[in-house]
């Protein structure tokens, strides 16, 4: 006798059903609150958070259609779990993607993204302008799989239009930039990528769907840290694709072979976190433009750099393509290394950390921390410099922000 189907698969898809049809015309707030929860027989109201790692079938004949993908549904949570499940078609939705596949980081969704659509052989054009874990990903990593990578500016189309090669198969940019916020074209390099019969990769960290969407903007698959303004107050770590169903079933793959897999758990948070998305980025933004204006007309300050000043060379291109300038910044200080950290150091409010996108600012130092692993003329290259502090501005009142950077300002 065959058992009881413990999935209520008729339940569930009656809830699909509901589900799609409630929020075909549905707005972003809408999407990050309601979108990929499909309430079990139980009627929960909050998601569910389904720590399994694996699932009963009711027979053997079932067991087997489901490990050959004849019958669609839960296998093992390496790659199917119901949490994790939420989250991506919630960042799908948001992003305005067919698909999205999670990732147990941000930059184990860039290994993914690589290992499932290039090759040994194929060339990558990357912007210089990227993390400093990304850059040595390509440069150190993936070149020992033979596939080679070319960094060029970030800003500049006739740099990324001359690093092209009949074995580009991929064009890759972070935007706006870590931790120089510049603004790259999303649509013109699109345009590129496409009349090369190449894909364009963005990573979207930094502004999250609730400022830009450069799937709408022509590029193929976009990529998060969830660590950081998906999840937005620093509890775990995550990473998430999204692009087309055919690319997001190779990536796919790769994940359920390698498992660089999402947990329930991490999952079940960054669903949470994405309810308050949208409002959180709105708050982040008007502090840091205020904090970013601030510290223009500090004596201290050589320059900031943040795509909501109008002397950003970015400024005009963000206003079109972004709704919000984000909420980080970076500024360079009157002298070298030693005036960037005693700055650092005297602050009481600001945590000294490498996160961003939490609700807790943070102060960093990138030529030493996050860029650090970059040689001295890479670092020149992307503008690290030895003066150069990164800001990530929180949720916290922004006359204490003030207040606590003029601490680090004033032993200069």
Known sequence: MAKKDLGSKAYLAQQREILDEALADAGGDTLAVRAGQLRSPEGEHGEAMFLTSSYVFDSAQAAAARFSGDDPGNVYSRYTNPTVRYFQERMAALEGGEAAVATASGMAAILSTCMALLKAGDHVVCSRSVFGTTNALFSKYMSKLGITTTFVTLTDLNNWQAALTPATKMLFLETPSNPLCEVADIGAIARLAHDHGAVLVVDNCFCSPALQKPLSLGADIVVHSATKYLDGQGRCVGGVVVG???????????????????????????????????????????????????????????????????????????????????????????????????????????SITANLGDAKSTIVHPATTTHGRLSDSDKAEAGITENLIRVSVGLEDIDDLKADLQRGLHVL
Not at 251 to 276: D, I, Q
């Open 244 to 350: 087309q169903q055919a690319h997001m079933d190779e990536v796919l793959a790769f994940v359920r072979t390698a498992g660089p897999t999402m947990s329930a758990f991490n999952a079940w948070v960054f669903v949470k976190g994405l309810e308050t998305l949208r409002l959180r980025m709105d708050a982040h933004c008007a502090s840091a433009q205020a904090l970013a204006e601030w510290l223009t007309e500090q004596p201290q300050v050589e320059q900031v750099y943040y795509a909501g000043l109008p002397s950003h060379p970015g400024h005009k291109l963000a206003s079109v393509q972004q709704r919000g300038f984000g909420g980080v910044l970076s500024f360079k200080v009157k002298g070298g290394r030693d005036a960037a950290w005693a700055c650092i150091d005297a602050t009481r409010i600001f």
